[in-house]
């Protein structure tokens, strides 16, 4: 259930009441929240906002696999018929694997009963009442600063950034990415320490505006996130003297 973990399935963030004599027993949501911190790197809350696995809005009384938008199910999920409830839930996060064999999920299980009802009760919770909040709230980074916002569980709207975060240009010479913000900022990175990658969403940055956001809280590593995949290598170039 730890960060990135796969993405194939309803995934790890769901988990109350148990299978026999666990079924009977209510789990308290709120430190069901707790517990879900660990699973909000990789699932959200929002409805169509997907992340390495799906939505976990509206999972109760959820057929596995189905949720709308998310294309990266395992067949295995896919065809398994179950629908998300206490019994189910539990039986998934106790050992994913075993429950349906061949999904993508690496997470390995949350053995702790209590934990699982927890996170079930807040769920079921969540699923009711809408999105809740999880005490992780995006934020844009610091003017000047390059803060370690890709440590927290959700990304920001990268439409609405700061000018330290929308790229103007990036050059490459050698080894070394040359990273211009609108802000007039400089950054420079060995080129295995920067990355690119993509977000359609609607939260994802505008075509042709690519943003900066950092890795580490040294300042060394970072993304570059793109609107499209087609907008990488034509916005490069190649900048030696």
């Known amino acids: 259930m730890w960060r990135r ?16 004599s666990l079924a009977s027993e209510t789990g308290d949501p709120v430190k069901g929240q707790e517990v ?5 790197a990789c699932h959200s809350l929002e ?12 999972i109760w009384g959820r057929r596995a696999g189905t949720a709308e938008g998310f294309a990266r199910y395992s067949d295995p999920l896919r065809r398994s018929e179950i629908v998300w409830d206490d019994t189910t839930l539990d039986a998934w996060l106790a050992d994913p694997r ?5 999904n ?30 999880t005490g992780q709230q995006s934020q844009q ?10 440590g927290q569980a959700e990304m920001p709207d990268l439409k609405d950034l700061q000018a330290n975060n929308h790229i103007v240009s ?28 993509t977000d359609g969403s609607d939260k994802g940055p505008q075509a042709q505006q690519p943003v900066l956001i950092p890795a580490s809280m040294m300042g060394d590593r970072a993304f570059i996130i793109f609107a499209a995949p087609s907008e990488i290598s034509s916005f490069i170039k190649s900048d030696c003297q």
């Open 5 to 20: 973990a796969a993405i194939g399935s309803l995934a790890f963030c769901a988990g109350l009441w148990g299978i026999s």
């Open 36 to 40: 879900y911190r660990a699973c909000a």
């Open 47 to 58: 409805a169509g906002r997907h992340m390495t696995g799906p939505s976990l809005a509206g």
């Open 98 to 102: 075993t429950y349906i064999p061949g």
């Open 104 to 133: 993508r999920m690496t997470f390995r299980g949350l053995p702790d009963d209590g934990e699982r009802r927890d996170l079930i009760a807040f769920l079921r919770q969540a699923s009711q009442q809408g999105e809740p909040a």
């Open 141 to 150: 980074m610091p003017e000047g600063e390059m803060g370690g916002m890709m």
């Open 170 to 197: 990036i050059g490459y010479c050698d080894d070394t990415y040359t990273v211009t913000t609108q802000s007039g900022e400089v950054h420079e990175f060995w080129e295995f320490n920067l990355r690119f990658k």
